[in-house]
């Protein structure tokens, strides 16, 4: 949500830090993110092969705005 929000992953980090207190790398949100596009990527695949156009368009939504 931070992410789709706008925020890069310094600036997710740092809310973080500032907001609960938790010391995240920068690195470490890079990857989290990555791999939530791949999640996102598989959930898109399955839906257009079930036939699930609304749930393709929101995931293909979501990875667009993870990858701005």
Same mark, same amino acid.
């Given at each position: 949500?931070?992410?789709?929000?706008?925020?890069? $992953?310094? /600036?997710?980090?740092?809310?973080?830090? !500032?907001?609960?207190?938790?010391? #995240?790398?920068? +690195? !470490?949100?890079?990857?989290?993110?990555?791999?939530? #596009? $791949? #999640?996102?990527? =598989?959930?898109? !695949? #399955? =839906?257009?092969? /079930?036939? /699930?156009?609304?749930?393709?368009?929101? +995931? !293909?939504? $979501?990875?667009?705005?993870?990858?701005?």
């Amino acid at each position: 949500e931070l992410r789709e929000n706008g925020l890069d $992953h310094r /600036q997710i980090a740092g809310y973080l830090m !500032d907001e609960y207190g938790i010391e #995240v790398f920068p +690195t !470490d949100i890079l990857s989290f993110l990555e791999e939530s #596009v $791949h #999640v996102l990527e =598989a959930m898109s !695949d #399955v =839906a257009r092969l /079930q036939g /699930q156009t609304g749930l393709e368009k929101a +995931t !293909d939504e $979501h990875i667009h705005l993870i990858e701005r």
